[in-house]
């Protein structure tokens, strides 16, 4: 059956905005928004519409912006050796710092969407139908031509990260241009978390986004390598997490001292993040803000030398999550830090007995997280 003009007229502009809301089509035609929920519904019995992008509408998601890429891990069980073979396990995962965050919040059953890029291969496909369970992938994006982001490391019989291997050149086309076409999912955002894959311009325009309409962003680091794409304004970044190891390179200082730390919070706060986070591997997290200081929160293995992946999307994501229910400090780090600790457990980047119930019940396993203040 042919569509008559009213039911065109709503087709025609969810095809150029499929996010848009049901209010804002009746306005722009005329009609009240029963009546275009009416039209909506008919269109989506007769499959003109599957009425997905809806969901999100409705409800608000969390939006997360920066890397989908396939994760490969080889575990060597002795010294390595140049120029000589080597026996290893290995362990392929879907990976990004993105996604990771997105899979993390989805499996605590947070409505979520992923912005992304993924080449027209295998791993782009198995990428969406590994994550389709827990995040929304219908604004992941596929650049034909283009092989989908990889990484690849190597961990020692020590459990040291011995080498790492990065094919990331994708998410240069993350252009702000391509950024401004997803404006009116953004709007829809309670809460915005990007990673440093993003081009340092494009991190900056969805900043300044997130500033004007007052939308909580969190920004995390991907590594090392990617520290450059840090904006020097960080004015409109609620949340700022990075290493010892980013915070070093950023600023071209030593961070391993106490006061080498407080000095790198400060310089991050006076650059306009609100909340600052500098993670010391495994074994603890200094965080600080104008409003609650410096503390220093000490982990279960804070004697660990060891590197672990997935622990600073699982503590982003604890974070974000509890953030969203409650704003008090403790219990918002304390929910980060016993995501991440627990995920440092396994061998997955995220783990995969993670749910709104396990997350509560291994708070109060892990018992009080002890912490400091730190001297100004």
Known sequence: MALNEKESKV???????????QQALADKIGLSRP????IISGLVKRGYLLGKAYVVNETRPIVCIGAAAVDRRFFIKDELIKRTSKNVTSETTCGGVALSIAENLGRLQQDVVLLSLVGDDREAEAIKDS?????????IDTIPGQATGAYTEVVNGDGELALALSEMDIYDKMTPNWFVKRLSLLKQAKAIIIDTNLP???TEAVIDFALKNKTPLSLVTASVLKTYNIPDDLRGVHLLVVSREDAEIFFDMKVSTDAQVVDAIHRFLDMGAEHVIISDRSRSIDYGSEKHGLIRFDLQNK?????VWGTHEALISGIVYRYLHTKNLVDVLTTGIVNAAMTATSLKKVREDLTQSTLEKD?????EIEFKKLES
Request: glycine residues 2%; proline residues 3%; hydrophobic residues 40%.
């Open 11 to 21: 087709f025609t502009y969810i095809k150029e905005d499929p996010f848009i809301s």
């Open 35 to 38: 009546a275009v929920a009416n």
């Open 131 to 139: 994550m389709r369970t827990f995040v929304k992938v219908n604004e």
């Open 200 to 202: 340092k311009n494009t």
């Open 303 to 307: 004697d660990s030398q060891s590197y």
């Open 363 to 367: 708070i109060k396993a892990f018992g």
